[in-house]
């Protein structure tokens, strides 16, 4: 009884709290498409429950359990057949090699499958030491498995019967090499990292942010009904409204630096600087993210 009592009191403390690790919803997008918003500013994990089987894109570790119990809630019994991801950071692909554990093909381009190994088997084994993923989901585990079993070099179709999937390589973005995810039929994305909504950007030296906007102002032509970000808010039928929002954003950046540096202000003043001059966009969160794409974009400028 005792320990019932302080369990019910400290779940009602964690929920004041907001725990991160609180329960995870599978927002409907479409009949079978699901979008998974992070905690926070999280990584979002999409779903497409296909009568062939069900594909994942992109999970993050640090909620791998919260993640799985929203994708078995709307998988109907059906286990993950196919998991892919946008690139190869450990937000998103952390679980890949979980996935693998259980059955599921991993696929992805030859450009990523270069970039993930050994990467993410450091990174998830220091982000275990640091206590910020469970130990399980590392320790004595086959990280190898996340590596992609199927390589696609621009695109790859999963016909899941009721749902068409397609993988498409994009190039050199946010980083070396991105990938998105378009079903035809309902004319939903899934941008990954390509899109933050609503939250500054990360671009460093692995970015290409001009390269980036045209991406962006593509696939806002292909006029999605409804599109998932890498990170931030989504709902269906949101549109292309934020992928021309994010090509806006970096224009202004551009444009701003560029002021900035023709009137002799060192990289360092612009770093510290840029974020008033950003408009509409200064008051987003994630602002840590805000001096590194300055200073990439600045790169940018000078290598023309
Ligand atoms: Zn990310």
Request: net charge positive; charged share 25%.
């Amino acid at each position: 009884m005792r320990r019932f009592v302080i369990g019910f009191g400290l779940s009602v403390f964690l929920c004041f709290l907001g725990s991160p690790a609180g329960a995870l919803e599978a927002t409907k997008l479409a009949d079978g498409v699901y979008g998974i918003k992070g905690p926070g500013m999280d990584f979002n994990t999409s779903i497409v429950v296909g009568d062939r089987g069900v594909f994942v894109f992109g999970c993050a570790p640090n909620t791998y359990y919260e993640r799985m119990e929203a994708i078995k809630k709307v998988a109907g019994g059906k286990p993950v057949r196919y998991v892919s991801n946008g690139h190869y950071a450990f937000d998103d692909t952390g679980c890949n090699h979980l996935l693998a554990e259980q059955g599921a093909t991993v696929i992805g381009n030859p450009v990523f499958a270069k970039l993930l190994m050994p990467y993410l088997r450091e990174r998830l084994t220091e982000d275990a030491a640091k206590g910020r993923i469970k130990k399980e989901l590392v320790e004595g585990k086959r990280v190898e498995l996340a590596m992609p079993t199927i390589l696609f070099e621009d695109k790859l179709t999963l016909d899941l019967g009721s749902h068409l999937v397609e993988l498409q390589f994009v190039g050199k973005a946010h980083t070396q090499d991105n990938a998105i995810v378009w079903l035809p039929k309902e004319k939903i994305l899934f941008a990954d990292d390509l899109l933050f909504v609503e939250l500054h950007p990360t671009a460093d030296d692995r970015s290409d942010t001009m390269n980036w906007q045209r991406i962006l102002r593509k696939l806002a032509g292909w006029s999605p009904a409804t599109v998932v970000p890498g990170h931030g808010v989504f709902a269906p039928g949101n549109g292309a409204k934020s992928l021309l929002e994010m090509d806006r954003y970096f224009e202004t950046m551009r444009a701003k630096i560029k002021a900035m540096k023709d009137t002799g202000k060192s990289l360092d003043e612009i770093k510290k600087g840029i974020r008033a001059e950003l408009g509409e966009f200064a008051k987003w969160p994630r602002e840590r993210a805000i001096p590194g794409t300055a200073e990439q974009v600045y790169r940018e400028l000078g290598a023309k």
